[in-house]
C-alpha cells in the first residue's frame, strides 16, 4: 500500500528539515513524498532540492498559491498512493513507526480513514508538550458537540478526497473542519482511531498564532457547521472551543 504524505512549504527553513527528516527515516518503505513549494525565498528550497537528491520518493514543485489550503489541494492532485496524510513543515512524526502503523490500521480494519493523537509542542522546545490533543472512537452524535479529529493525523484512501472534492478556499483557516464534516457526516464511511499519540505539532500556526486568527477560525468555524447542517451551529461552534480546555491538561 502506497502513502502520500503532503507538506506544503513557504520560507520554511527553521523547521523544514526535521519535519522531512520525520517522514524520511519511517521504517515504511513505500512512502511517495509531496513537498509543495509557494515560492519561498529563504533557504527552503535549498533545503528541499538537497533531500530530492538524496531521495528518490520526493516529488516537489515550487510556485506561487492561495495559501496553504491551495497548496494541499495542489498536493493531493499529485498523490498517487492509495491513502494520503499530511505532514505540515512545522510539525513531525512523532516516531519513526508511525506510518507502518497507520498502514497495519487500513489493513486490519478495512475502513476509510485512520485517526490518532495530537501533542502541541513548544515551537523552540518541541520536547515540551504544551497540549495533549487525545481523541475517540468516532460516532455520528460527536459532531453536534463540536468534536472533529486532529486533522494533522488524519489518513485519508485518496478515493475520498476523488469523490468529495478537496479544501474549500473559502475558508482561510477552518477549511479542514469544513472539509472533515464532509465526510464525517456520511455515514458509508467507517474510521479507526488508533489510539497513540502519532504527530507533534508545534504551537504558533495559522489558527492560533493570533487573536484576530482566533476570530476569524471561530466564524468560518460557524459557517462549516452551518453550511453542514449541523443543528444549532453556534452551539456546536461553543462546544467546539470548550472542549480544547482538558487538551491543557491532559500532559
Known sequence: MKISIITATYNSEKTLEFCM?????????????????????????????????????????SEPDKGIYDALNKGIAKATGAVVGFVHSDDYLANTECIAQIVQAFKTHQVEGVYSNLHYVSFKNPEKVIRNWVSQP????????????????????????????????????????????????????????????????????????????????TKEDFKAAKTNHLSFPFGVVLMKNLSKIPQWLKK
Open 21 to 61: 527528516n520525520s517522514v524520511l527515516n519511517q521504517t515504511y518503505s513505500d512512502i511517495e513524498y509531496v513537498v509543495v513549494d509557494g515560492g519561498s525565498t529563504d533557504g527552503t528550497l535549498d533545503l528541499i532540492k538537497s533531500k530530492a537528491k538524496d531521495f528518490s520518493n520526493i516529488v516537489w514543485s
Open 138 to 217: 468516532f460516532h455520528p452524535k460527536l459532531l453536534k458537540r463540536g468534536w472533529m479529529p486532529a486533522h494533522p493525523t488524519l489518513f485519508l484512501k485518496k478515493s475520498i478526497y476523488d469523490r468529495f472534492g478537496h479544501f474549500n478556499l473559502d475558508y482561510k483557516i477552518a477549511a479542514d473542519y469544513d472539509f472533515i464534516l464532509r465526510i464525517f457526516n456520511n455515514p458509508n464511511h467507517k474510521f479507526y482511531y488508533l489510539p497513540q499519540t502519532i504527530v507533534k505539532m508545534r504551537v504558533g500556526g495559522a489558527s492560533n498564532k493570533s487573536l484576530k486568527n482566533l476570530i476569524q477560525k
